[in-house]
């Protein structure tokens, strides 16, 4: 599948995409990350070794838009969950470590 990633033109497959991740050691994840095999890899890392270009030079979003095309699966950042609303007493408990119901 032929694709541009900075302005760049490539021709990816999945079977490359494999080959050349293989061996690669995934970075911790802390933001959109692509599922190669068994592993989770981060997108920027994704990118900078199949395209061998710094970082910097791609966003995340053309190379989630690539390997989704080539049948992987990919995640967003975790949406985070609501806070809860405390009552000043539920607040003031929990600052002074008991528990008030």
């Given at each position: 599948?032929?694709?541009?990633i900075?302005?760049?033109?490539?021709?990816?497959?999945?079977t490359?995409?494999?080959e050349?991740?293989?061996?690669?050691?995934?970075?911790?994840?802390?933001?959109?990350?692509?599922?190669?095999?068994?592993?989770?890899?981060?997108?920027?890392?994704?990118?900078?070794?199949?395209?061998r270009?710094?970082?910097?030079d791609?966003?995340?979003?053309?190379?989630?838009?690539?390997?989704?095309?080539?049948?992987?699966?990919?995640?967003?950042?975790?949406?985070?969950?609501?806070?809860?609303?405390?009552?000043?007493?539920?607040?003031?408990?929990?600052?002074?470590?008991?528990?008030?119901?």
């Amino acid at each position: 599948m032929r694709c541009v990633i900075a302005r760049f033109p490539f021709d990816l497959t999945k079977t490359g995409v494999l080959e050349s991740m293989k061996g690669v050691r995934p970075e911790p994840v802390t933001g959109e990350s692509v599922t190669i095999g068994r592993r989770q890899y981060p997108v920027k890392q994704v990118g900078q070794v199949i395209t061998r270009q710094d970082r910097r030079d791609f966003s995340a979003a053309e190379v989630i838009r690539a390997m989704t095309r080539l049948g992987f699966t990919c995640r967003a950042l975790p949406v985070p969950a609501p806070a809860l609303a405390l009552s000043p007493l539920q607040r003031a408990s929990a600052m002074l470590g008991t528990n008030a119901a």
